[in-house]
């Protein structure tokens, strides 16, 4: 399968263990299907970047996919997010919430060799902590995750999952401003859809109150 990097470097060969641990499903090599987004990402860069390609044999591999919009598989996506890209402060201010979270959706990525799955851009991870702060409900989380078209994400996770890439080229990206005006814009369309949620629609703390009562 091919997929593509953005960056502001080659990166030849990924290297198991390396990377970012506070990325959306923590240490893994995050890559998309989509060539443009890769082009915004490189772009962005003061000095511009690179997109590279990448021939990534899946067929062998464990795969998680989080990527439908079904209410189970937004809420197991929002309970590993909230593991890796929340702050302390925001875990300490919605600990109720998360821990609730954890408890009925929990998910372990560190079983799977790749995870598919929404990619939390800046934006994205408003539209998540707003939800989780009861500022957002669950019909209009999912109708902001597919706003523009930063879409889904593949991340290596496993050493497995790393022995199976290998790049097939790549091409040199100017600097250019379109991944912040592709951002801003993305931004507005939130604010949009944010500003037509209804009390009548189901927030977490609903979700919570339904299932907590379910059991009892």
Known sequence: ????YGANQIVETPIF???NPSNDYGLGFYLTIDKEIARLWAGKNPGGGYVMEYDVALSDLCLLRLDSKEDEDILRWISVLTKHRFSRRDRED???ALEWLERHFPLDVSAYDVVIGYRADDAYFAYSLDFVRNDLSLEKLKEAMFLGRLGLQ???ISRKAFGS???VGYETVAHADDYEAFRLNMVEEYHKVRGEDS???TFLRDLMRKYDDSVR
């Open 199 to 201: 009390y009548k629609n």
């Open 1 to 4: 399968m091919k997929l593509y």
């Open 17 to 19: 263990g390396e990377g």
């Open 154 to 156: 593949y991340v290596l």
């Open 165 to 167: 890439i290998r790049m």
């Open 94 to 96: 919605n600990k109720q």
